[in-house]
Each structure stands twice: as structure tokens, then as C-alpha cells.
């Protein structure tokens, strides 16, 4: 390795881990040493990180003192280094993290803003891709309708949730005052999508979420209908369904309507 390469490896691994061998090639006088010189990139590092979660995660900085987060903050990335070279995906674990840590865990809200807010930033950088109308729908065949497929905008994403996550986004978006976390007496899923610039998200219940990820998963409108039977009369069923694949085409979800035969 080359003097400038070790030079630069040791400066990682203090910026990084906090190991001294790099403190050694710094140059101390009489305003700091070499030890709070090198401390200075060090502390620059985590707190640069963090910032970078505050930023990703605004929802969950509004559920945690400073000081909560700071200390969040610094738990996460102990648990969790940033491995890429773009800060994007430094936050990628977080709501997995905040599930399983000992201390997080008995604030389960938490991970559960972290994955809602996760997931917009994950359709907020998917790809693009053009939708059909409620025109394109109305254009198929009756007898095609059995084997109906469709697919999804990339930007679709759902996130699972117990709590009043949906309320408490609101009133911080709108710089209201933020209603205390409360468990919901059934959870329910969140979908949350793009068009355009703007992301857009709402609750779905069981029925439409389980409708939804039936066709995601593949199956046709026939198969969706007889799945749908545990929730609705079987006699309701076929416009049920057919209401919510209208609904999804006007939100903007359905990039392709095809035929699963």
C-alpha cells in the first residue's frame, strides 16, 4: 500500500471505527491537539449522518426529543454503518431497528413511522412508467374479464400499520399540533405511491389490501372475486372489485391491464 493509500485508510477507519493509528498523523499546536483535531472529521462524520436521518425521517423527529433522536441516532449507526457510498440508503434499517432494539421496541409507533416514512422516500425515487384510464378498462372485453391482470406503478409500496401513524403525518405536515400515538383497534396497511412529484398515500382495508396483493402476486379478477368472498357477499363481489380496480386506475396505479390466460 502506498504512503498516500495508508494515509488515507488510516483515516477512514478513524473517521469511521474511532481507531487512534490515524491520530498520530495529525499536527497538534497550541489552539488543538492532535487528538481534537482528528476528533473534529470524526464527530463531523456521525453528526452529518444524522442530520441525514433527520431529514429522511421528520415524522419520527417529531415523536422523540433531540435528544432522543441524537441518541438514536448514534445507536443506529453503531448497529447499522453506512456501507454505501451515497447517504440514501443510510436509513434503510431503521425501522427494523427501532422494532428489535430493547429500548425502541417498547415504542412500537416509532418503527412504524420510520417504515411509512421509508417508504415514501422509496417512491419518491422509483422510476417513472405510464398508466392506463379508466377508458382502457372500460375497452376490455366482458369475456376477458375472468382472466384480467394488472400491473403496478414501481412506485407503489405499502407499510403496515397499528397506530394512528396516518393522523399523526397530517398534523405534523400541516404544522398542527401532534395527536398522541394510539394503537388502532385493527391494523391496516398504507399504501403510499407517486405521480409525478408528489407523493400520495392512504389507509386500504383488509379487503382492498388483500385485493391489491392478490394481483400484484398475479392472479386474475376471477381468482380476486372468489378470494374476496371472505369479506363480501359473494353477490357484491364482481362491482366491488371492479370499483376498486377503478379506483386505482384513477389514483394513478395501473401501468398495464392484461390477460393472466
Keep these: 500500500m502506498t504512503g498516500l493509500a495508508n494515509l488515507q485508510a488510516l483515516f477512514q477507519e478513524h473517521v469511521v471505527n474511532g481507531t487512534d493509528d490515524a491520530v498520530k498523523v495529525f499536527v497538534g499546536d497550541e ?36 435528544q432522543e433522536f441524537d441518541a438514536l441516532g448514534e445507536c443506529y449507526l453503531a448497529a447499522h454503518p453506512s456501507r454505501y457510498p451515497t447517504v440514501r440508503w443510510f436509513g434503510q434499517n431503521l425501522s427494523v431497528f427501532l422494532a428489535s432494539d ?22 419518491f425515487d422509483a422510476a417513472n412508467a405510464d398508466v392506463v384510464s ?6 376490455v372485453p366482458a369475456d376477458e374479464w375472468p382472466s384480467l391482470c394488472l400491473d403496478f406503478h414501481p412506485t407503489l409500496h405499502l407499510a403496515e400499520s397499528a397506530w394512528n401513524i396516518g393522523p ?17 383497534s385493527e391494523a391496516t396497511q ?38 374476496l368472498c371472505d369479506w363480501i357477499d359473494a353477490g357484491e363481489v364482481p362491482v ?12 394513478g396505479l395501473v401501468t398495464r391491464i392484461r390477460s393472466g390466460g
Design 240 to 251: 366491488t372489485a371492479a370499483g376498486m380496480l377503478g379506483q386505482w386506475i384513477t389514483e
Design 31 to 66: 489552539k488543538a491537539s492532535a487528538a481534537e483535531r482528528a476528533g473534529v472529521y470524526y464527530d463531523a462524520y456521525r453528526l452529518r449522518l444524522i442530520e441525514i436521518l433527520r431529514t429522511d425521517f421528520p415524522g419520527l423527529c417529531a415523536l422523540m426529543t433531540e
Design 168 to 184: 399523526i403525518w397530517r398534523a405534523i405536515i400541516a404544522e398542527e399540533p401532534v395527536p398522541e400515538p394510539v394503537r388502532l
Design 134 to 139: 379508466v377508458e382502457d378498462l372500460g375497452a
Design 190 to 227: 398504507l399504501a403510499v405511491w407517486r405521480r409525478e412529484l408528489t407523493i400520495y398515500w392512504r389507509s386500504l382495508g383488509a379487503a382492498e389490501t388483500w385485493a391489491l396483493n392478490a394481483f400484484v402476486g398475479g392472479m386474475t379478477f376471477a381468482e380476486v372475486c372468489d378470494g
Design 102 to 123: 430493547a429500548v425502541f421496541a417498547e415504542r412500537p409507533y416509532l418503527a412504524e413511522m420510520a417504515s411509512f416514512e421509508w417508504a415514501r422516500g422509496k417512491a
